[in-house]
């Protein structure tokens, strides 16, 4: 199952891809997030953190690779855990005038073992309004840190 928005943000993209490509930074933007650290990397392609998040009242920690590093156009992360995976998708483009940037985000989730259906039945229907709260708080911190 995946959630996807499409957002402008009025910063440079440079200024926008760098922030983002720095997977810590989901401290600040993702509701979900109670900590991720990196534990490997330099920030680019290979970078492992683990990122520990809270959803509908349960902990769940997950591993994340950057897959994609491609400045300033793309970024794309992979969380896994022996039951789910998660995959951050990123695309930016610039606005017109160069000032602002359009985000493309997708966030795809795939469960395994029994937790699969009951998945569809619990977490598909909380996605959209994640989503939504995930774009206003990721617009207020570009806003203020990016």
Same mark, same amino acid.
């Given at each position: 199952m995946h959630v996807e928005r499409t957002f402008t943000v009025p910063r440079p993209i440079e200024a926008v891809f760098d922030y983002l490509s720095d997977f810590e930074s989901t401290n600040d933007w993702?509701?979900?997030?109670?900590? @991720?650290? !990196? @534990?490997? =990397?330099?920030?680019?392609? =290979?970078?492992?953190?683990?990122?520990?998040?809270?959803?509908?009242?349960?902990?769940?920690?997950?591993?994340?690779?950057?897959?994609?590093?491609?400045?300033?156009?793309?970024?794309?992360?992979?969380? !896994?855990?022996?039951?789910?995976?998660? @995959?951050?998708?990123?695309?930016?483009?610039?606005?017109?005038?160069?000032?602002?940037?359009?985000?493309?985000y997708r966030a795809t989730f795939e469960f395994r073992s029994a937790f699969k259906l009951v998945a569809r039945l619990v977490v598909g229907p909380r996605l959209p309004s994640l989503a939504d709260e995930t774009v206003e708080q990721l617009t207020?911190?570009?806003l203020n840190k990016a």
């Open positions: 993702d509701p979900g997030t109670v900590t @991720t650290t !990196r @534990t490997s =990397g330099d920030g680019g392609v =290979g970078t492992t953190y683990r990122n520990t998040s809270t959803f509908l009242g349960r902990t769940v920690e997950l591993d994340y690779t950057t897959l994609t590093h491609d400045r300033p156009r793309e970024l794309r992360f992979e969380g !896994r855990n022996p039951s789910a995976t998660a @995959t951050d998708h990123l695309r930016l483009s610039p606005a017109a005038d160069g000032t602002a940037t359009e985000i493309h207020k911190t570009l």
